[in-house]
């Protein structure tokens, strides 16, 4: 089971004694402003929960597997999440 964003901006209205509309607000800045960090190639640490960083990845051989021709899968950068130990405590 997983929670969806618009049950993430239910339960944020919710507890924070916030409209739907204005948890949508604030939900949508916090992801805006992680994607927007993380493209300057900037970590965001959330103290407690854990952090976005951006990982590269080395270039690597690779296999269609329509055709079976290996090919060479291009280095890049990949977002990452490494829980807090209080988020890890918490899932335990």
């Known amino acids: 089971?997983?929670?969806?964003?618009?049950e993430l901006t239910e339960i944020v209205a919710k507890k924070a004694n916030l409209?739907?509309?204005a948890s949508k607000e604030v939900i949508r800045v916090i992801l805006n402003t992680?994607?927007?960090s993380l493209k300057r190639n900037e970590k965001?640490?959330?103290t407690g929960f854990g952090t976005f960083s951006l990982r590269s990845r080395?270039?690597?051989k690779g296999?269609?597997?329509k055709t079976g021709a290996t090919i060479t899968i291009p280095a890049r950068r990949a977002p990452g999440f490494t829980p807090g130990k209080s988020l890890k405590k918490a899932v335990r």
């Open 19 to 21: 409209t739907n509309k």
């Open 63 to 65: 296999r269609n597997p």
């Open 58 to 60: 080395k270039p690597r």
């Open 34 to 36: 992680i994607r927007d």
């Open 1 to 6: 089971m997983s929670v969806t964003k618009k």
């Open 44 to 46: 965001v640490v959330l």
